[in-house]
């Protein structure tokens, strides 16, 4: 991308670095507690969750 | 209509066609699908494919929508995204307008919205997607569902400052609306005039992306509206008709639309879309209009309960009714330009608009005729105790609101074709045929 196809704003571009790290942790947490808790889930022989993106549309 | 596409965008566009992604945007109907066609002569230097896509039944705009619909294509924004992150695509542009209704289920319609993600690549939509989607959902969600008209009069979304003024002090607290509308509004206002230096341009890795699309994605589906206690919310429980009357009705209305055999219609004035339904059951493209979001609301949600695959719900007040946007009042259309309708249905409608609203019946009349080649209206004589009820606090100036007055304020307009008294109330239903 060597130019920006909109202005997606200095704010915006710092915002998603400021918080990138957290939000990307907070996500790995997320995705390996639901290995956990499928893999318990698959012991008991229950069904198996949706993936995150199926989950709310 | 048809998408010339540029040289300049060739390597995304393959990209686009090669990497997986399109095939999986079509079987999850996100994506409007496209034919590729040949470039005709004379259209200019550097254009290597034209692309014919599926057209949309009615264009909509987020203004006309209730507050789950924006929630629904705010949510497709997030998946689409997520989808393209996948394939090392991203979504270049994240604007409401990209998202339009089809077969009942928001989706994508701008195929070349898609471009290659370069390592690191923040995402560039994002402020984008904050303005058009997250915002307008906070502040319906949060400080009043009539705001969704706000994106009436900012085009570019509601700006963040704008919108964290707005919002009740306590959203602060909820770290999805202070991260992404708060703190996102003070960033823009430390940095925004700054000119961007290429160098200081930041990176974030794949995965922080993809957290940041879950926190928006779980931000949106904590905004939550419930359609209780507006002026019509409780509409039928509260109407002039018994049940048999009411029944009457509806047989007088199918039989009506089965007589016009539209491809389209426009039931004004619709509320839940009880009488739009009528349509529906004939398998006939309907949109539904009212001016109450929670009425749309209640609507749409029906629809989805249903799984109806030809109605649209729209929110719209036929006394100030979507006007042209943009640059020269055209880039948004008119209501009335994305028509004409083969029917307009407007029952019980009229009395309201006459009286309560003080509009001339010639008017009334000028007005249907630009929205519908047939129209099927209902009046309601000063003798229904809903006209009483109008008419309680108000001098009666409407020497002539009646049947014979009705009839001739419209007949400069339309043709008669029908008029059929509603068995057990006061009221007719007239079918008009629109004078060329």
């Known amino acids: ?57 | 209509m048809q998408r010339a596409v540029h040289e300049s965008y060739r390597s995304n566009y393959e990209l686009l066609m090669s990497s997986g992604l399109y095939e999986k945007l079509i079987g999850k109907g996100w994506l409007v699908s496209h034919e590729e066609t040949s470039v005709p002569e004379g259209l200019g230097e550097g254009i290597f494919v034209v692309l014919k896509p599926e057209q949309v039944p009615m264009i909509s705009y987020p203004y006309e929508w209730c507050f789950s619909q924006l929630k629904d294509a705010a949510q497709l924004t997030l998946a689409v995204q997520e989808l393209a992150l996948m394939h090392g695509m991203t979504l270049k542009d994240a604007n409401a307008y990209n998202m339009q209704f089809l077969r009942g289920q928001p989706v994508l319609i701008d195929t070349l919205s898609f471009e290659k993600r370069e390592e690191g690549e923040p995402w560039v939509a994002y402020r984008q997607f904050c303005q058009h989607a997250l915002a307008p959902l906070a502040v319906m969600a949060r400080t009043h569902v009539s705001l969704g008209r706000l994106s009436r009069e900012f085009l570019d979304g509601i700006p963040l400052e704008v919108a964290a003024k707005i919002l009740p002090w306590g959203t602060r607290f909820n770290l999805g609306l202070f991260t992404h509308i708060h703190l996102h509004a003070r960033q823009q206002r430390r940095h925004g005039m700054q000119p961007e230096s290429r160098a200081a341009k930041p990176k974030i890795s794949e995965l922080g992306m993809r957290g940041i699309i879950d926190s928006l994605r779980s931000t949106v589906r904590k905004l939550e509206y419930r359609p209780d206690n507006t002026e019509w919310g409780d509409y039928y429980e509260n109407t002039n008709y018994t049940d048999d009357a009411f029944a009457a009705k509806s047989r007088l209305v199918s039989t009506m639309i089965k007589a016009v055999a539209p491809d389209l219609v426009w039931d004004v004035g619709a509320n839940e879309g009880v009488f739009s339904r009528l349509a529906v059951e004939q398998g006939i493209e309907t949109v539904s209009f009212d001016i109450d979001p929670a009425a749309v609301e209640k609507n749409y949600r029906h629809m989805k309960a249903k799984k109806e695959t030809t109605l649209l719900p729209l929110v719209l007040d036929v006394t100030n009714p979507s006007p042209g946007l943009g640059w020269a009042g055209e880039e948004r259309s008119t209501i009335e330009s994305r028509g004409p309708a083969d029917l307009v249905m407007a029952l019980a409608l009229v009395h309201h608009l006459a009286i309560s609203n003080n509009v001339p019946l010639s008017m009334l009349a000028d007005y249907f005729a630009k929205l519908g080649r047939n129209l099927m209206v209902e009046f309601v004589p000063k003798s229904d105790s809903q006209v009483v009820h109008l008419l309680r606090s108000r001098q009666d100036i409407f020497p002539d609101y009646h049947l014979a007055g009705f009839e001739a304020a419209f007949a400069a307009k339309f043709e008669l074709i029908e008029k059929v008294a509603v068995t057990g109330s006061d009221r007719t239903i007239l079918r008009f045929k629109t004078r060329s």
């Open chain 1, 1 to 57: 991308m060597l130019l920006a196809y909109l202005d997606p704003g200095t704010g915006s571009l710092i915002l998603q670095a400021l918080v990138a790290g957290f939000m990307g942790a907070m996500l790995a947490i997320k995705l390996f507690w639901s290995k956990i808790t499928g893999f318990f889930k698959g012991l008991m022989g229950k069904e198996s969750e949706t993936t995150n993106a199926e989950q709310d549309k």
